[in-house]
């Protein structure tokens, strides 16, 4: 019996990104999102296919990805945010609305990558936005990439 293997690839020609990054933390974000770009940029996404909307915080980007998603005019959405551990609840309640886009991405068929960083320290998100840890932006744009290629390989019966 043989076996095969379907994988997306990487090249990024003609897909069209919308990418929701969080002000708050914007020390972070702005790492993050030129992580982003840069992969976006060298898997060959046109500058021109993306769109990169801004919102407040981590909390609302939710509501921002299901009307991008709803609009179904865009191959995936990236969503790139901070939310750094203080010493009150406030955490859990933002980084759990904003976990919420997996049920987006579900709901609509398109990709929606988690690029929100949950961290207990300023210094563990500093660190996984292009220090020790790799930059997650560079790596949530990648996931996007790979996503919307082997979905488009099982739309085409691959």
């Known amino acids: 019996m043989s076996k095969k293997e379907i994988r997306g690839d990487l090249d990024g020609k003609g897909m069209k990104i919308s990418i929701v990054v969080a002000r708050f933390n914007e020390f972070i974000t702005d790492n993050l999102l030129k992580g982003c770009l840069e992969s976006l940029e060298m898997h060959g996404v046109s ?3 993306i769109k990169i909307y801004r919102v407040p915080g981590a909390y609302e980007i939710p509501l921002v990805v299901e009307k ?5 005019n865009q191959s995936a959405i990236i969503a790139l945010g ?3 551990r203080g010493s009150t609840a406030h955490f859990d309640y933002v980084a759990g609305e904003s976990a919420k886009i997996g049920n987006i ?5 398109i990709p929606v990558i988690f690029g929100v960083l949950t961290t207990d320290t300023i210094e563990q998100a500093i660190e996984r936005a292009g220090t020790k ?3 997650k932006g560079f790596e949530a744009a990648t996931t996007a990439i790979e996503m919307i290629s082997l979905l488009k390989k099982i739309d085409d019966g691959i």
């Open 133 to 135: 840890a790799g930059n």
């Open 47 to 49: 500058a021109n296919d």
């Open 82 to 84: 901070a939310v750094i």
């Open 105 to 109: 991405s579900q709901k609509y068929l």
């Open 68 to 72: 991008l998603a709803i609009q179904k």
